[in-house]
């Protein structure tokens, strides 16, 4: 019998990318720190220096989730888009788009945990929602939403993309139709 190897260069990254794979094809189920070794080719052990149990696994997965959905929130605040309408349009578009792609990841982000996040998670959650908080505060102040809380109007942008997004994720509407509603949702949101 070989002896695998513990380190596997950047084992961390390894063991996440495969977990997202996982986690795509069969679910949060299908995931387990002995079988993500066992792909990555290392020994059964060698994960736990990165993770100590299967729930910082799907910590890490939702911090990892949470930072390409503000990376794309950043990349569409950043973008040349020529109104504050385009941008949220394209900011709902990539959260669908996310959500059809990785709908298992997307509910384990908005998964409740059993106590306090890691730090890691929350500052990841907290910098999404900080990112779609600047872009209502400047659209507010442009005069294109409708002055009021801006926490509340956050609250309901999230809620209506996660709508949108859980209704396509599920197959109940057509991506199209998605895409429909978002056209609906910034129309009554943002006016332009």
Not at 164 to 180: C, K, T
């Amino acid at each position: 019998m070989t002896q695998k190897p513990f380190h596997h260069g950047n084992l961390r990254a390894v063991l996440l990318d495969q977990a997202e794979q996982t986690l795509r094809e069969g679910g949060i189920d299908a995931l387990s720190l002995r079988e993500l070794a066992r792909k990555a080719g290392v020994s059964h052990g060698a994960p736990r220096s990165h993770f100590i149990d299967r729930q910082s696994l799907l910590d890490a997965l939702a911090e990892r989730g949470f930072n390409r959905l503000a990376d794309d929130v950043e990349a569409v605040i950043a973008s040349d888009a020529e109104g504050y309408k385009q941008r949220f349009r394209a900011i709902a578009v990539s959260y669908v788009r996310f959500a059809v792609t990785d709908a298992a990841l997307l509910d384990l982000m908005f998964t409740a945990k059993n106590g306090d996040a890691p730090e890691g998670l929350r500052a990841a959650s907290g910098r999404l929602f900080a990112a779609i908080g600047d872009l209502i505060e400047r659209s507010t102040e442009a005069g294109v939403l409708k002055a009021q809380d801006p926490y509340r109007l956050q609250l309901l942008f999230a809620a209506v993309m996660q709508g949108i997004a859980s209704l396509v994720s599920a197959r109940r509407i057509s991506v199209e139709d998605g895409d429909s509603l978002i056209d609906d949702a910034i129309s009554l949101l943002v006016h332009e």
